[in-house]
């Protein structure tokens, strides 16, 4: 059965950072890319970042913390890494991580491309 654990969430201050992690299991990490997306309250999921298998091809949402985080993986504890630099209160949302078979500029950013989604972890930005 396919698991993603999304962690490293958390309550922080603006101009803060965490890292955010997804490890996965029962399935080939190794062979899937793996997406972040976010959720604000009352607002649709949005795309923020994807890392393929091979971890120098990654994408990052144009809009969509640009600048401010880094996806990187380590398949050996099949997990990957979200990165979150100077984080604003607009950033506050749910995390989640999905698994994706394929990877593509255009279509990393849909939801629809994704076969396995974790549960989230909270990022909230207070000031």
């Known amino acids: 059965q396919a698991l993603l654990v999304e962690s490293g969430g958390g309550l922080v201050q603006p101009g803060e950072s965490l890292r955010l992690s997804c490890v996965a299991s029962?399935?080939?990490?190794?062979?899937?890319?793996i997406g972040w997306f976010r959720q604000a309250p009352g607002k649709e999921r949005e795309f923020v970042a994807v890392?393929?298998?091979?971890?120098?091809?990654?994408?990052y949402s144009n809009s969509v913390m640009r600048g401010r985080v880094t996806v990187s993986r380590w398949d050996a504890v099949n997990t990957v890494y979200l990165q979150l630099t100077d984080l604003k209160p607009e950033d506050t949302a749910a995390y989640y991580c999905?698994?994706?078979?394929?990877?593509?500029?255009?279509?990393?950013?849909?939801?629809?491309?994704?076969?396995?989604w974790g549960q989230g972890t909270q990022v909230t930005v207070y000031s």
């Open positions: 999905a698994a994706a078979r394929s990877i593509g500029e255009v279509t990393s950013r849909l939801e629809g491309n994704y076969d396995f």
């Open positions: 029962g399935f080939t990490f190794s062979n899937y890319a």
């Open positions: 890392i393929g298998w091979n971890p120098t091809d990654m994408h």
